[in-house]
């Protein structure tokens, strides 16, 4: 199965990425994993790539393209890849599906998770997480038990800038201009799910599951 996972920041992609690894065994791949791996292999496209990243500049639709045809031309991908924070533009889509077609590949289901930015925003603002175990809380609807402590390793609970005030509203404006383009692309492609992410994570993944195993 080849898979776009979509949704805006907070509509619970990163969960239903990990349930849909536990079931299925395919790589998912995030824009993140894809850079840091051509970094690590210390591939031309990664060096490449590493010199945008250190000086903190977006890396180019070409270098990224490139380097996601480096990343699925890779045996891991050979049954299938679930796709992570790329395409983000009808840019990058049609690049996507020319090199999924010159491998004789196309994706079979781009899944987006339809959550309404009032809930988004009450959800990101929410949001603190562990700088040293990675786990994620939410203050009102999954809030640690000790006040600004983690749970699991008793480390001190820290907010990201970006999920505060207008910067949660700002960075809903920038992926809604973004995506729904390719939205709209992926949609007459035939290819576009929507899925409501408005409800427990769980039951949104049984609904993906649903999906997924109608088209393996």
Do not use: W
């Amino acid at each position: 199965m080849n898979i776009v996972l979509m949704g805006p920041p907070g509509a619970g992609k990163g969960t239903q990425a990990e349930f849909i690894k536990k079931k299925y065994p395919i790589p998912h791949i995030s824009t993140g994993d894809m850079f840091r791996d051509a970094v690590n292999r210390g591939t031309q496209l990664g060096m490449e790539a590493k010199k945008y990243m250190d000086s903190g500049q977006l890396v180019p639709d070409e270098v990224t393209i490139n380097i996601v045809k480096d990343r699925l031309a890779q045996a891991d991908c050979s049954e299938g890849f679930l796709l992570d924070g790329f395409p983000r533009t009808t840019v990058q889509a049609e690049a996507l599906d020319q090199v999924l077609e010159e491998a004789g590949r196309k994706i079979e289901a781009a899944i987006n998770i339809v959550v309404p930015d009032e809930i988004l925003i009450e959800r990101m603002s929410g949001r603190v997480s562990c700088p040293a175990c990675k786990t994620v809380y939410n203050l009102k609807t999954n809030p640690p038990v000790r006040s600004g402590v983690c749970d699991k390793c008793g480390e001190q609970l820290v907010q990201r800038s970006d999920d505060k005030g207008d910067t949660v509203v700002q960075r809903l404006k920038v992926y809604h201009e973004q995506t729904n383009p390719m939205i709209d692309y992926y949609r007459q492609k035939g290819v576009l799910y929507e899925i409501d992410g408005n409800r427990d994570s769980e039951v949104v993944f049984a609904d993906i599951n649903s999906l997924l195993e109608k088209i393996r």
